[in-house]
């Protein structure tokens, strides 16, 4: 049976929240459904990938593919990069490079100063609405081309860079970021009672169940002991029901012989029938043929800014794809609203 897509991604975002190691996570993903519009999942595992490169306490141009993968994401959810991204990139970047300086010489010194600062940053300062661009970085690229023919530059370059504490800047990074993405929506619904009213938790159990879970608690292990209770009453309820089906087929075969024999003597006194007589015919005008009801279609209703608002703030708190539960939840702002018009709504609102 193949799981609910929702259900899915709620227990895949809860789970990537929780220490549990790469490969079991990895595994999951490969076996749970989840949708390619799930920006908030994405984002979670690229910060688990980050603080994964950060184990050894450094950090590597991996990083940087990673911070540019969010930046995207980012810029996909109509969300502003914050300071402490555009700071963690910079920071990276810079220790990238200065510490080849420092530990390899300026043979690969130069080779990073060619990739990451005029190729890969050298492209964004000249496109537009990159989020990862700073005023930092752009003083740094300064600061890294002068170093490559100035020996006192280079000099005062290593002594900046080794006032910088890069790790910390990455993990200040991964902290803001999963605070806006927010807790689990699992998480929300435990905490929240019409959320889970929503979602029918707390139901009642199934009384057959329920009999069987009481009479067992009450009998105190006396089911084990004589080998009756709940087993025995379902086998003799397995039994009944076997016999009641024999019995019904047998009850089957005599009422289907005795058609075949009543359809074999009403055949045989066929001609013998009178005709019934033909229902007369009503004469319809082909003006009032044409006029049927035709479909009533709803009503456009322009989108006020509280809606939008409550939307973002639907979509912020209970995650994208949670239409259902954003609709319940605020009802009473979303007058004559469809789980559809939310999502429609909310593919323009990121547009």
């Not at 306490?57 to 402490?84: A, I, Q, T």
């Not at 009503?282 to 009032?288: D, H, I, L, N, T």
């Not at 479909?295 to 509280?306: A, D, I, Y």
Request: with cysteine; proline share 3%.
């Amino acid at each position: 049976m193949v799981m609910d897509v929702d259900i899915s991604r709620w227990i895949l975002d809860f789970l990537a929240r929780q220490p549990i190691d790469d490969t079991t996570l990895t595994k999951l993903l490969n076996t749970l459904p989840i949708l390619d519009t799930d920006t908030n999942l994405k984002k979670l595992l690229i910060l688990r990938k980050i603080e994964s490169e950060m184990s050894n306490g450094n950090v590597s141009e991996d990083v940087l593919d990673l911070l540019e993968m969010m930046e995207e994401l980012e810029y996909r959810d109509n969300v502003k990069v914050g300071d402490s991204m555009k700071r963690a990139y910079c920071d990276v970047a810079v220790d990238c490079t200065i510490r080849a300086l420092e530990n390899e010489g300026l043979g690969r010194y130069f080779e990073l100063v060619k990739k990451i600062w005029r190729n890969r940053i050298g492209w964004m300062l000249k496109c537009e609405n990159v989020g990862l661009v700073s005023y930092d970085l752009i003083n740094w690229r300064d600061d890294v081309e002068n170093a490559v023919g100035d020996e006192s530059v280079c000099k005062e370059v290593l002594v900046k860079w080794k006032g910088m504490d890069v790790v910390e800047s990455v993990r200040e990074f991964v902290r803001d970021a999963r605070e806006m993405i927010g807790p689990s929506f699992l998480e929300v619904a435990c905490e929240d009672d019409r959320v889970r009213e929503v979602l029918g938790f707390g139901a009642e159990v199934d009384e057959d169940d329920g009999v069987c879970d009481q009479t067992d608690a009450a009998k105190g292990g006396k089911n084990d002991e004589d080998g009756n209770g709940c087993d025995q009453t379902h086998a003799t309820k397995d039994e009944d029901s076997h016999d009641q089906t024999n019995a019904t087929e047998a009850s089957l075969k005599e009422r289907n012989n005795t058609v075949q024999d009543e359809s074999a003597g009403g055949a045989a006194g066929c001609e013998s029938r009178g005709e019934l007589p033909l229902p007369k015919k009503s004469v319809v005008s082909p003006v009032k043929r044409d006029e049927s009801p035709k479909p009533l279609r709803r009503k456009r209703k322009p989108w006020s800014n509280e809606e939008e608002d409550t939307l973002r703030k639907g979509v912020k708190k209970y995650g994208t794809g949670n239409w259902k539960i954003i609709l319940n939840m605020y009802s009473d702002i979303f007058d004559d609203r469809t789980a559809i018009d939310l999502k429609d709504k909310w593919r323009n609102l990121i547009v």
